[in-house]
């Protein structure tokens, strides 16, 4: 049965009618229109899907209506300030960080996670991090080298 879930979104505030067991992924794409955040595996298993709650990277995919109720979710559509892209954007385009660009999103979300909580992360902690966000297009070293960019500013 419907419920009406309240959801923060980018700053915004959303009342949602769904199903409680209704991932927060098809909510943000079909719902909110965020496209943004990428449909991969939908099992939790690729992390296209990736959006930052209360802090943490998550896997939208397998992340139900009743677990981000009133979480404060970040997408990729709230990283720039107006025309002033985040640094961890601007670091994959400078360092060539994507191919067919289907996974960036994730993988953005999930370096920028990374980086709150460690802002000078080492490579081997980065790596770590990251290694859970597949990129079919294999682009690895690029995405590794934009992470490093981001995490080398002052
Ligand atoms: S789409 Fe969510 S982990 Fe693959
Ligand atoms: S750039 Fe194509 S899947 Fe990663």
């Keep these: 049965m419907a419920s009406t879930f ?3 979104v980018n700053g ?3 009342a949602v009618v769904t199903d409680a067991d209704r991932p927060l992924l098809d909510v943000l794409r079909e719902d909110l229109g965020l496209t943004g955040t990428k449909f991969g595996c939908g099992e939790g298993a690729c992390r296209a899907c ?3 709650l209360d802090g943490q990277a998550t896997q939208s995919c397998i992340t ?3 677990t981000a109720a009133d979480a404060e979710i970040e997408t990729i559509e709230g990283l ?3 025309d002033q892209l985040h640094p961890v954007q601007q670091a994959f385009i400078d360092q060539s960080g994507m191919q067919c660009g289907y996974c960036v999103p ?4 999930s370096a920028t996670a990374l980086l709150r909580e460690d802002p000078h992360a080492t490579r081997e902690k980065i790596i770590d991090a990251m290694t859970g966000n597949l990129c079919r297009c294999c682009n690895y ?4 080298a ?8 002052e």
Aim: net charge positive; aromatic share 0%; hydrophobic share 50%.
């Design 80 to 82: 720039a300030s107006g």
């Design 141 to 144: 070293g690029n995405i590794l």
């Design 50 to 52: 990736t959006v930052i």
């Design 146 to 153: 934009a992470v490093e960019q981001a995490a080398a500013r």
């Design 12 to 14: 915004r505030q959303h």
């Design 6 to 8: 309240t959801i923060r």
């Design 64 to 66: 139900t209506m009743a």
């Design 106 to 109: 994730g993988q953005i979300m």
